[in-house]
């Protein structure tokens, strides 16, 4: 992961309750997790260890849940 600039905004006593990222640090955050959860998918369906599904079949279905 690249390094990320945030800014946060704060209340009354100083208290960080929001964070503010720039657009694109925003975007690779989230195609980071969306990989880190296509692992964790995959990892789920070796433990499953069903022959019958494709993986990606396995995916759109937990994906769908």
Not at 1 to 24: F, R
Not at 41 to 61: H, I, R, S, T, W
């Amino acid at each position: 992961m690249n390094a990320i600039h945030p800014q946060y905004i704060t209340d009354i006593d100083g208290k960080k309750i929001s964070v503010v990222l720039p657009w694109a640090e925003y975007e690779q955050i989230l195609e980071e997790l969306d990989e880190l959860d296509d692992i964790k998918l995959f990892d789920q369906a070796k433990a499953e260890n069903d022959p019958g599904m494709a993986f990606d079949d396995y995916v759109k279905q937990r994906r769908a849940k």
